[in-house]
């Protein structure tokens, strides 16, 4: 049975090699890049499913690499997992708001890094054909999932992956208050090492480009956020 082809990218030889061997045991199809300059040359080029991406890289760094595939309408979709040695918060949050999915950090296991594609792909292609809710309106917003398009007050807005996925999962369910634990694994999946500056920060992000119709985020203190029943 044909798998999901993944673009691996590493400068380190050794790294590269244990991600490849691991993914391609379990039946994946892997191609590989020692740099930022090959993977965006690679990712333009070939059809991939998911991108197992180095933040310390040299030339193009790990965090250019992604704004510029989330940037390009040919690549923007393909989900992405940071792997990484930097386990700074901000490392990690500027990432997420990249458009990044996920991330592992060096040292890491192998099992762990298995479980995070695979939960990855799932939500992908859980997206691609769950046909529930497909559009939704709440207020002055209408939430495109199948399309990933958000209309504001009858404009157009663009958002990053996980704002569109943090705005959907609360839009959704008007009125019931959420915690940040709750929001990321809804968004994430499993495994996914909790922060709440991470979930803070999509929430500033979302409210800011939403304009007026941000403040139907609201946030309940000390628990988490809903999005307003009543405009």
């Not at 191609?31 to 991108?51: M, N, P, Q, V």
């Not at 890491?108 to 292609?125: C, D, G, N, W």
């Not at 992000?205 to 946030?219: D, F, H, P, V």
Request: hydrophobic residues 40%; proline residues 3%.
């Amino acid at each position: 049975m044909a798998k999901e082809c993944i673009l691996v990218v590493d400068d380190e030889e050794d790294i590269l090699e244990l991600v490849r061997y691991n993914l391609a045991r379990e039946g994946y199809q892997v191609i590989s890049a020692s740099s930022g300059e090959k993977c965006l040359k690679k990712a333009g080029s070939e059809k991939l499913d998911l991108i197992v991406l180095d933040l310390m890289l040299p030339g193009i760094d790990g965090l250019e690499v992604a704004k510029n595939l989330k940037s390009d309408s040919k690549t923007k979709h393909v989900p992405i997992i940071m792997l990484t040695a930097k386990g700074e918060e901000a490392d990690i949050v500027t990432g997420l708001e990249l458009g990044a999915d996920d991330y592992v950090t060096k040292p890491f296991s192998p099992r762990i890094l298995i479980a995070r594609v695979r939960a990855v792909i799932r939500r992908k292609k859980k997206e691609e054909t769950d046909d529930d809710m497909s559009v939704i309106q709440v207020h002055d917003i209408v939430i495109n999932s199948h399309k990933r398009e958000i209309i504001a007050n009858g404009k157009p807005v663009d958002l990053t992956f996980t704002e569109f996925q943090v705005l959907y999962y609360l839009a959704k369910r008007p009125g019931w208050v959420f915690t940040r634990t709750q929001i990321v694994d809804a968004v994430r999946g499993d495994y996914y090492p909790v922060t709440d500056r991470s979930v803070d920060v999509q929430i500033v992000g979302l409210r800011k480009k939403l304009g007026s119709c941000g403040r139907y985020i609201e946030t309940v203190r000390g628990v988490g956020y809903r999005f307003r029943e009543n405009p």
